[in-house]
């Protein structure tokens, strides 16, 4: 490998580590799921340092080229990414469940509370909820925006 590819072969190493370092940092990728990317970039950067590393490991191990080596690395590390994610999206599952088992008894606790109000002549006033779908965030904003042209013209 030439002096020049090593050089980008490790900028472009260094370079995707301070992105992954700053999108933990700006909370986009949370630290447990990054620590896997970390991890690639750190070996990847070990391998660009000593290049005869991925060459001995591969003779070690009875493959014959060194770019197999680095193939079976990323069979591997897709793998891992795969079993990470199917371990994220159970535990996100069971929660989703147990939340909407959660919200369902509630939803049933307030319309019993209703018909119990209703019965003693106590007037309800029904609130309209919105959901995921209707996208309640976009109608915040302009609730809020129109909220300040009032004031502006005022």
Same mark, same amino acid.
């Given at each position: 490998?030439?002096?020049?590819?090593?050089? $980008?072969?490790?900028?472009? !190493?260094?370079?995707?580590? +301070?992105?992954?370092?700053?999108?933990?940092? *700006? @909370?986009? %990728?949370?630290?447990?799921?990054?620590?896997?990317?970390?991890?690639?970039?750190?070996?990847?950067?070990?391998?660009?340092?000593?290049?005869?590393?991925?060459?001995?490991?591969?003779?070690?191990?009875?493959?014959?080229?060194?770019?197999?080596?680095?193939?079976?690395?990323?069979?591997?590390?897709? $793998?891992?990414?795969?079993? !990470?994610?199917?371990?994220? +999206?159970?535990?996100?599952?069971?929660?989703? *469940? @147990?939340? %909407?088992?959660?919200?369902?008894?509630?939803?049933?606790?307030?319309?019993?509370?209703?018909?119990?109000?209703?019965?003693?002549?106590?007037?309800?006033?029904?609130?309209?909820?919105?959901?995921?779908?209707?996208?309640?965030?976009?109608?915040?904003?302009?609730?809020?925006?129109?909220?300040?042209? $009032?004031?502006?013209?005022?």
């Amino acid at each position: 490998m030439t002096g020049r590819l090593q050089f $980008l072969i490790a900028v472009v !190493t260094l370079i995707a580590l +301070i992105y992954v370092a700053n999108k933990v940092r *700006k @909370r986009v %990728i949370e630290l447990k799921y990054a620590l896997v990317w970390f991890l690639v970039t750190f070996l990847l950067f070990i391998m660009d340092l000593f290049p005869d590393t991925l060459g001995d490991m591969a003779r070690f191990l009875g493959i014959s080229l060194p770019i197999n080596m680095l193939i079976l690395f990323g069979f591997g590390f897709v $793998l891992l990414i795969l079993y !990470t994610f199917t371990i994220v +999206i159970t535990n996100q599952d069971r929660r989703i *469940k @147990r939340l %909407i088992q959660e919200v369902s008894i509630l939803n049933y606790r307030i319309d019993e509370l209703e018909n119990a109000l209703r019965k003693e002549d106590i007037k309800v006033k029904k609130i309209k909820t919105r959901t995921a779908d209707e996208g309640p965030e976009h109608k915040v904003k302009v609730e809020k925006q129109e909220k300040f042209k $009032l004031l502006e013209e005022e």
